[in-house]
């Protein structure tokens, strides 16, 4: 079946870096994306991997591994609107984003 | 680039009545749009692909005789939550198809309260 896996809750301090991880598995990949998503509103898109390796994005990178099935976001300068909950979205062979149910990060001052 | 709208942004309605929801791409045509429906603290689901000019591909377990998804141009497809009920009470929200790596851009969503 398809499935993703990542911490459900993390907390970091203003100013400081944090990395979210996130294993899956689906049926075929065409890249994977990370949604940041704040309390009452609609996801938008942050950053999309389809090959193996680290792209960064000002404070946002994003890494993936294809043969682990894993990718990490990593925020850097953490900011307090930064507080938000991330989703990692595989594509799976027929274009569907598979959704899990994120991870919420909250950052303290 | 890449904005969508919805409206309305939220609506409330009595149980038994009909509402339209609407979603468009502002500055691109799409001609595939999902919607989704979303429940608190929980993932995102899936309801139906909306592919321009044909009909709704609606995930299992989604009525579609309930649910009514209209893709009629490029920028606009509407969803129609007929005969709302208070377990219909939910958060709705569209996304549109745009670029090359297939991303897909969300709009506000809607928020909808059936009484």
């Known amino acids: 079946g398809q499935n993703i896996d990542q911490p459900t809750e993390m907390t970091a301090t203003e100013g400081a870096i944090v990395q979210i991880n996130c294993t899956y598995q689906t049926s075929g990949f065409n890249g994977l994306f990370w949604y940041q998503q704040h309390a009452g509103e609609a996801p938008t898109f942050l950053s999309y991997?389809?090959l193996d390796g680290l792209e960064e994005k000002g404070r946002f990178s994003s890494f993936l591994s294809r043969s682990k099935g894993y990718s990490y976001l990593l925020l850097k300068e953490l900011q307090m609107k930064d507080s938000a909950s991330y989703l990692c979205?595989?594509?799976?062979?027929?274009?569907?984003?598979?959704w899990g149910a994120g991870t919420k990060l909250i950052i303290k001052p | 680039g890449a904005v969508v709208s919805q409206h309305p942004s939220r609506v409330i309605c009595k149980s038994g009545t009909s509402v339209k929801i609407e979603c468009r791409s502002l500055?691109?045509?799409?001609?595939?749009m999902f919607w989704y429906r979303q429940f608190p603290k929980q993932s995102l689901m899936l309801m139906a692909t909306s592919n321009e000019g044909s009909k709704a591909t609606y995930e299992q377990g989604v009525e579609k005789d309930k649910f009514l998804i209209n893709h009629a141009s490029l920028t606009l497809s509407t969803l129609t939550v007929t005969s709302a009920h208070p377990e219909d009470s939910s958060f709705y929200i569209c996304?549109?198809?745009?670029?090359?790596?297939?991303?897909?851009?969300f709009g506000p969503g809607t928020r909808l309260t059936v009484t």
């Open positions: 500055d691109f045509q799409a001609t595939t």
């Open positions: 991997n389809v």
């Open positions: 979205a595989p594509m799976d062979s027929n274009y569907q984003l598979i």
């Open positions: 996304s549109a198809l745009q670029g090359i790596f297939y991303e897909q851009y």
